[in-house]
């Protein structure tokens, strides 16, 4: 006979609660109060880093264990599987590291997870989208550059504010401008 339907509904149950209670403290440690020096700049806050840490210690353990100890259902891509959730959780790392904005009332210093530092000015901003799948803003200048601001960033109220005080107003979505709004006010998107 199958396994009860309790048992299912308690793992689910718990992989919820242990979800929700991540999400939220990611969500509230961007939120952190920073210091005035800090006030023009974007960057991820520390449970960035240790989620990606954590997310590459856990499945490279589990791919090395699984190895080290042998048994029945260790197989070539059962490794493989763990080793690329492992490598899923560099770019985590990486962005913690590169994803480093400043903010200025001409425009947007920003870094990228590959190629050089980039520079926007806001009056040549073309279209300014909010994408809420990926959970980032979009930012594109009339000369086709963009750049990608994560919903994840300490400092998104004053970018926000930059965004709708000195970007043109045309280019900015209209579903966009309401969270850019709410972002202003110290409430930006959901992450969850």
């Known amino acids: 006979m199958s396994r009860d339907w309790w048992v299912s509904v308690l793992q689910w149950g718990v992989w919820g609660v242990l979800m929700t ?5 990611l969500a509230r440690s961007r939120l952190r109060r920073r210091a005035n020096a800090s006030l023009r700049r974007l960057y991820h806050p520390i449970s960035t880093l240790i989620t990606g840490l954590v997310c590459f210690s856990f499945f490279a353990a589990i791919a090395i264990i699984s190895n080290v100890y042998a048994n029945k259902t260790t197989t070539w891509w059962t490794t493989t599987i763990f080793v690329g959730f492992a490598v899923m959780a560099i770019p985590i790392i990486a962005d913690y590291i590169l994803a480093r904005h400043e ?5 947007l210093s920003y870094g990228r997870l ?7 000015k806001w009056s040549e901003l073309r279209r300014v989208e909010y994408a809420p799948v990926l959970k980032w803003f979009r930012l594109e200048t009339n000369s086709g550059k963009v750049a990608r601001i994560s919903a994840m960033l300490v400092g998104l109220p ?6 709708l005080r000195y970007a043109p107003p045309k280019s900015i979505d209209e579903n966009t401008f309401l969270i850019l709004q709410a972002t202003a006010h110290g409430n930006p998107p959901q992450l969850w």
């Open 21 to 25: 209670l991540a999400m939220g403290w």
């Open 103 to 107: 903010l200025s009332d001409d425009g």
């Open 114 to 120: 590959s190629g050089p530092r980039g520079y926007l």
């Open 158 to 163: 004053a970018f926000a504010q930059h965004l």
